[in-house]
């Protein structure tokens, strides 16, 4: 079967085969194959197979394709989720040194989830996947919109509680709650599923005029899960001078609300429920009295270089490179010069020195 793309024709010779190392955001969002097909910008096709004229829907044939990329991506994407889960442990552990309340909650998802499924893409279908990471996530606005509503729900007598953890607005001013809520993350790669939606009666639904009745034709609708049994890691704050006990009910609403009302799309029909996990975190958040390790200490004397500073960006690369043991530590470290130097990393000389940890 070939296939055309929404993108000049010299482009899309280059983007036929994307490469592993890749944004799978961008792969999902801009990467779409379309069926070279007589009707212009469909993805409904005809497949020859065995002498029989067989209806293929290419929105399954592109899902299909995305996620078996997505799984031989698995490696590359760990490393950098790996730096990224770090960083939030030493951000919030940071706001705990300041006087700040800090809550951890690990929960794992007990169905299939899904959010974002009514986000703009070319399938009708989407996902809300990470723009830089390239995985799902629960964003916190999702988060604090289920956990209001499930307060308002539990303890809907105790409105003084609600607007102070979520604010509200009255006479024409707003006030801002005190809780602070964070994206929840995965904390390992997760697995994604294939699943579908089949309504039997689109024609009713689509005023053709049609009763609902048998004889017609469902309409299978395809679209990407995350697969049970994934742990996230939901992180909430407390500024300082509140009273402690309204994060330990932030917990408690939080869990109870992920188990009773679910988060996301299609929660009525069993989709978005959480259980809680015994799963640990990995990865160690330093604090004063730990030792750093050597990765830490890279990026600690980093910060210290200005990024135009090419020489001792050089010499700390050298450096570094010589005394990390392992291939994984080394790709750590081209990946934090990276995104150190940003606009200017392509063109400097480090690019050359890292270029055979770069991914």
């Known amino acids: 079967m070939e296939y055309k793309y929404p993108l000049p024709e010299e482009m899309s010779k280059i983007v036929k085969s994307p490469p592993i190392k890749c944004s799978m955001s961008l792969y999902f969002n801009k990467w779409v194959k379309w069926p070279k ?3 212009s910008w469909s993805f409904k096709f005809n497949e020859k197979k065995e002498k029989k004229i067989k209806n293929k829907e290419g929105k399954k044939e592109f899902f299909e394709d995305f996620r078996k990329h997505y799984e031989k991506s698995k490696t590359f994407i760990k490393d950098y ?4 889960q770090n960083r939030n442990l030493k951000l919030i552990e940071t706001l705990k040194n300041r006087g700040y309340e800090t809550k951890r909650v690990l929960l794992k998802n007990s169905t299939r989830l899904i959010c974002g499924l ?8 989407s996902i809300t996947l990470h723009r830089f990471l390239g995985i799902p996530y629960i964003p916190s606005t999702s988060i604090k919109g289920m956990l209001r509503a499930s307060v308002e729900t539990l303890i809907p007598n105790e409105q003084d509680k609600i607007n102070m953890l979520f604010g509200l607005h009255e006479n024409n001013q707003d006030k801002r709650g005190v809780l602070i809520l964070f994206d929840a993350f995965p904390i390992g790669v997760p697995s994604l599923e294939i699943d579908i939606m089949n309504p039997h009666y689109s024609k009713w639904y689509s005023n053709e005029g049609l009763w609902p009745s048998d004889d017609l034709d469902p309409t299978p609708i395809f679209f990407l899960t995350v697969a049970p049994g994934t742990t996230f890691n939901f992180n909430m704050v407390l500024p300082p001078n509140n009273d402690i006990f309204l994060i330990d009910e932030a917990e408690k609403y ?6 009773i009302f679910g988060i996301g799309a299609k929660t009525r029909v069993n989709y978005g429920y959480f259980e809680k996990t015994e799963t640990e975190l990995k990865g160690k958040v330093t604090t004063k009295k730990e030792e750093l390790s050597l990765i830490d200490k890279a990026e600690k004397e980093l910060q210290l270089i200005k990024p135009t500073d090419a020489g001792r960006i050089g010499t700390f690369i050298d450096k570094y490179l010589k005394e990390l043991k392992t291939d994984k530590e080394k790709r750590q470290l ?3 010069v990276r995104m150190y130097l940003g606009k200017n990393f392509k063109k400097s000389k480090a690019k050359e020195k890292l270029k055979a940890y770069l991914n």
């Open 37 to 39: 097909t007589e009707e």
């Open 334 to 336: 081209a990946g934090m």
């Open 254 to 259: 939080l869990i109870q609300g992920l188990s």
């Open 81 to 84: 989720l790996d730096l990224f």
């Open 118 to 125: 009514g986000g703009e893409h070319p399938t009708e279908t």
